[in-house]
């Protein structure tokens, strides 16, 4: 069984920042596709961010267009380890945080999830 742990999360005031990281308990994980998702209260999970190894020292990366400029998603593949560094924060990026995983790109459909984190952000 594949287990997605997080961490990082936590009560931060509007501008501030967060840095969230999940771990991956299969190396494996290395060539999937790892991101983010949140699910703020009475809404819908939705995508945040994505990355996927494509070799040598290239990675697919994907945001939804809310955190661009402002999130950063990167990975250690020998820390089977995905980081969400997240800049400027506002309260509409007050949610649950979820790590996912996959063979293929995420979606809300995808395999394998992370228990959650909570970010809240204070105006």
């Known amino acids: 069984q594949v287990q997605l742990v997080e961490s990082g999360g936590g009560l931060v005031q509007a501008g501030g920042s967060l840095r969230l990281s999940c771990t991956a308990s299969?190396?494996?994980?290395?060539?999937?596709?790892m991101g983010w998702f949140r699910q703020a209260p009475g809404k819908e999970r939705e995508f945040v961010a994505q990355i996927s190894w494509i070799g040598d020292r290239s990675y697919y990366v994907d945001y939804v267009d809310s955190v661009k400029g402002r999130f950063t998603i990167s990975r250690d593949n020998a820390k089977n380890t995905v980081y969400l560094q997240m800049n400027s924060l506002k309260p509409e990026d007050t949610a649950v945080y979820y790590c996912a995983a996959d063979s293929s790109v995420l979606t809300t459909d995808s395999h394998y999830w992370g228990q959650g984190t909570q970010v809240t952000v204070s105006s």
């Open positions: 299969r190396r494996t994980f290395s060539r999937w596709y």
